[in-house]
T-cell receptor, first 117, second 115 residues
Framework: AQTVTQSQPEMSVQEAETVTLSCTYD???????LFWYKQPPSRQMILVIR??????QNATENRFSVNFQKAAKSFSLKISDSQLGDAAMYFC??????????????FGKGTHLIIQP | DTAVSQTPKYLVTQMGNDKSIKCEQN?????MYWYKQDSKKFLKIMFS???????INETVPNRFSPKSPDKAHLNLHINSLELGDSAVYFC??????????????FGAGTRLSVL
């Protein structure tokens, strides 16, 4: 079974600075998807960024980018120019590609990101 | 328009009762899911369902049962509620094929409190 580990229960960053959230995972599969989801106090789960394991290029979405190291099974999220609205729980998630469309996501335990004004 | 909608948002009930949470998606997706988020914010898959198969996480008690009247709905029924069932339940959906496959879109969650 796959596992996802987020080793930072909480991170704090000054507004406008850059922060990196860590995520490692364990799998025997070679083809899969990785995700970062954001959960603000509103409770809504919002997709931040997605990475396909067969793509070597790191995904980017505006101020959000990932550092995907497949051999090391590492998938960190970098948030540049942090904004107050970035304050939330961030979840790293894994999904197998081989299982077809019905595979659920395996989540890490989350990192609570605090933005200091 | 809300893509994945759940009702109710909050549900407070007594131990032993039976309750249902409804989920509807208007994205035309063919796979739907239920997740449970516990008090420590840990999210875990409970069920996934498409028109071909129901996949049940083996750790889910059989008091929980998903029911899908059609492709756009996946409701969660819970019998004989226990204190430990208190959690936030999320519905999600995804499309099996295409460029955006494997992206799961979540509802706003239902906070269930069992007294």
């Amino acid at each position: 079974a796959q596992t996802v580990t987020q080793s930072q229960p909480e991170m704090s960053v000054q507004e406008a600075e850059t922060v990196t959230l860590s995520c490692t995972y364990d799998t025997s599969e070679s083809d899969y998807y990785l995700f970062w989801y954001k959960q603000p106090p509103s409770r809504q789960m919002i997709l931040v960024i997605r990475q396909e394991a067969y793509k070597q290029q790191n995904a980017t979405e505006n101020r959000f980018s990932v550092n995907f190291q497949k051999a090391a099974k590492s998938f960190s999220l970098k948030i540049s120019d942090s904004q107050l609205g970035d304050a939330a729980m961030y979840f790293c998630a894994y999904r197998s590609r081989s299982g077809g469309g019905a595979d659920g996501l395996t989540f890490g335990k989350g990192t609570h990101l605090i933005i200091q004004p | 328009d809300t893509a994945v909608s759940q009702t109710p948002k909050y549900l407070v009930t007594q131990m032993g009762n039976d309750k249902s949470i409804k989920c509807e998606q208007n994205l035309g997706h063919d796979t739907m899911y239920w997740y449970k988020q516990d008090s420590k914010k840990f999210l875990k898959i409970m069920f996934s369902y498409n028109n071909k198969e129901l996949i049940i996480n083996e750790t889910v008690p059989n008091r929980f049962s998903p029911k899908s009247p059609d492709k756009a709905h996946l409701n969660l029924h819970i019998n004989s509620l226990e204190l430990g069932d208190s959690a936030v339940y999320f519905c999600a959906s995804s499309q099996d094929a295409g460029q955006v496959q494997n992206i799961q879109y979540f509802g706003a969650g239902t906070r269930l409190s069992v007294l």
